[in-house]
């Protein structure tokens, strides 16, 4: 059974750190481009960064370039959001995100709160 499941969110004070974690399961990553995105409540989801296969190129949005760093570990079917110097602006749920060309997986989900 294909899935994705994001687990490390939780409530952190501003200026806090979490690392996110996105497990596969029921295909390998290897080949896939990964991402996280976020939705903020009464927002549209966005994406926050991606990592493409092979030589692990990575993009970020502006807003967490810096503090955000996106990972892989392909032999663990994983992949990571290190998320330093939080800010409430980074309230949501975040999401991991499984492509390659027409293929489209998405986790869930997993709450990430920053108080002030």
């Known amino acids: 059974q294909v899935q994705l499941v994001e687990s490390g969110g939780g409530l952190v004070q501003s200026g806090g750190s979490l690392r996110l974690s996105c497990a596969a399961g029921?295909?390998?990553?290897?080949?896939?481009?990964m991402s996280w995105h976020r939705q903020a409540p009464g927002k549209e989801r966005e994406l926050v960064a991606s990592?493409?296969?092979?030589?692990?190129?990575?993009n970020y949005a502006d807003s967490v370039k810096g503090r955000f760093t996106i990972s892989r570990v392909d032999a663990k079917n994983t992949v990571y959001l290190q998320m330093n110097s939080l800010k409430p602006e980074d309230t949501a749920v975040y999401y991991c995100?499984?492509?390659?060309?027409?293929?489209?997986?998405w986790g869930k989900g997993t709450l990430v709160t920053v108080s002030s």
């Open positions: 995100k499984a492509s390659y060309y027409m293929r489209n997986y």
């Open positions: 029921g295909f390998s990553i290897s080949v896939y481009v």
């Open positions: 990592i493409i296969s092979g030589a692990g190129v990575t």
